[in-house]
């Protein structure tokens, strides 16, 4: 069965700071591993997304995320935080295509708090 | 607006009611995807359908929970004899397959639908 965990609740960051939230997975096969971000009272925001290739994957706003297959994570980063950026921050994993079919498995997601 | 709408964005009802859902996707999206989210807790897979064919459920579907497809575009969830702890957001997403699905899919999510079972 595939998981991720996000294992901070919440992360408090100044603005101007670099940003990090923290995902590892687990999954059989090579993951396919996406980053949303949730407004209040709002649905899920695509982010960005890893399949393959380059390990430092590039996303809306100014987002970024780096897969590291030794580690099993997925942490997505921002240099320079916003204070719009504070929002709930989810990470999720996609079995192959050929593996335990197309759903998506979310961590219990993240909240970013930037202070001004 | 051409994203992912799902109708109405909140529902209050009194437990042993049943209540219906809709959500339209994006155009020409094939794929439709229904997830549950509760409190303080990431979105769970319920279903999903490729145009019309519902391919996966969740066993989180207990048999009150009911999702159609009928024409390969919007999609119903229907919820019978509402129970207190069906209080959720209901978040449906879609995306487009293409290259028999080789290449994963990005589901772009809805609003979704706030259940509130008094």
């Known amino acids: 069965a595939q998981s991720v965990a996000q294992p901070e609740d919440q992360v408090n960051v100044a603005e101007g700071n670099p940003l990090t939230v923290k995902c590892t997975y687990s999954v059989s096969g090579n993951p396919y591993l996406f980053w949303y971000v949730q407004y209040p009272n709002r649905g899920l925001q695509f982010l960005l997304k890893?399949?393959?290739?380059?390990?430092l994957v590039k996303g809306s706003y100014g987002f970024e995320a780096e897969f590291n297959k030794s580690q099993t994570s997925f942490h997505l980063k921002k240099p320079s935080a916003l204070v719009s950026d504070s929002a709930l921050y989810f990470c999720a994993v996609r079995a192959p295509p050929w593996a335990a079919g197309n759903k998506l498995t979310f961590g219990g997601g993240t909240r970013v708090l930037v202070k001004p | 607006d051409t994203g992912v709408s799902q109708d109405p964005r909140h529902k209050i009802t009194k437990r042993g009611q049943n209540v219906t859902f809709r959500c339209d996707p994006i155009s020409e999206h094939n794929r439709l995807y229904w997830y549950r989210q509760t409190l303080g807790q990431g979105p769970e897979f319920l279903t999903y359908?490729?145009?019309?064919?519902?391919?996966?459920k969740s066993r989180l579907l207990s048999d009150r929970f009911s999702a159609e497809r009928p024409k390969g575009s919007f999609s119903t969830l229907e919820i019978q004899r509402t129970e207190q702890g069906d209080s959720a957001m209901y978040l449906c997403?879609?995306?487009?397959?293409?290259?028999?699905?080789?290449?994963?899919?990005?589901?772009?999510f809805g609003p979704g639908t706030r259940l509130t079972v008094l």
């Open positions: 997403a879609s995306s487009l397959v293409g290259d028999r699905g080789r290449v994963p899919d990005t589901q772009y």
């Open positions: 359908f490729q145009n019309e064919a519902q391919l996966e």
């Open positions: 890893y399949i393959t290739g380059d390990n």
